[in-house]
T-cell receptor, first 116, second 115 residues
């Protein structure tokens, strides 16, 4: 079964507008972490934002915020005031496990296109 | 710049050959992870080391092996290479390598092309 689902293979957004990239996850663990990474065309993976399962407030990092809805098991990334440089692939990831072992699972990604 | 370094940046080799990819983690990070990113498989976790010991294993083929040295750098060895091994190989590092709070920082990747 898919543990991390990103249902939008591609998204378009107008420059300066906000965009939401969807991510749903599946886990039976109580303690887990949710991450978003950006992969520009140059190929590197850039860490954007982290949300812990016990965090009551939504995480924010500059123009990035994570809309965490625990009951719905969703962790959507919101990018405000989109810029041309935001055009990239975005990956949602979840880290789960316990002292017996942890693992990180990545979604298939969403490609974001920012239009001028 | 994440602080994680990987060499080489590009590698072109032939089927049946063996290659070694190298990774140096961020200063202070004890854990190293290896991932393979291909077009058809997405980003796949291969293996994790923590302070020199293997911590977790993912979808790593028997032809592949890795180790982490006392200075914490890591090497991923790929042998009997096949065309399907062509991919972008990432190394990531984190402080503890354990809890779900542990953020992984990725290196720039090594692009392997097998001809």
């Amino acid at each position: 079964a898919q543990k991390i689902t990103q249902t939008q293979p591609g998204m378009f957004v107008q420059e300066k507008e906000a965009v939401t990239l969807d991510c749903t996850y599946d886990t039976s663990d109580q303690s887990y972490g949710l991450f978003w990474y950006k992969q520009p065309s140059s190929g590197e993976m850039i860490f954007l934002i982290y949300q812990g399962s016990y965090d009551e407030q939504n995480a924010t990092e500059g123009r990035y915020s994570l809309n965490f809805q625990k009951a719905r098991k969703s962790a959507n990334l919101v990018i405000s005031a989109s810029q041309l440089g935001d055009s990239a692939m975005y990956f949602c990831a979840m880290r789960e496990g316990n002292t017996g072992g942890f693992k990180t699972i990545f979604g298939a990604g969403t490609r974001l296109f920012v239009k001028a | 710049d994440s602080g994680v370094t990987q060499t080489p940046k590009h590698l072109i080799t032939a089927t049946g050959q063996r290659v070694t990819l190298r990774c140096s983690p961020r200063s202070g990070d004890l854990s190293v992870y290896w991932y393979q990113q291909s077009l058809d498989q997405g980003l796949q976790f291969l293996i994790q080391y923590y302070n020199g010991e293997e911590r977790a294993k993912g979808n790593i083929l028997e032809r592949f092996s890795a180790q982490q040295f006392p200075d914490l750098h890591s090497e991923l060895n790929l042998s009997s290479l096949e065309l399907g091994d062509s991919a972008l190989y990432f190394c990531a590092s984190s402080v503890e390598g354990g809890p779900s709070t542990d953020t992984q920082y990725f290196g720039p990747g090594t692009r392997l092309t097998v001809l």
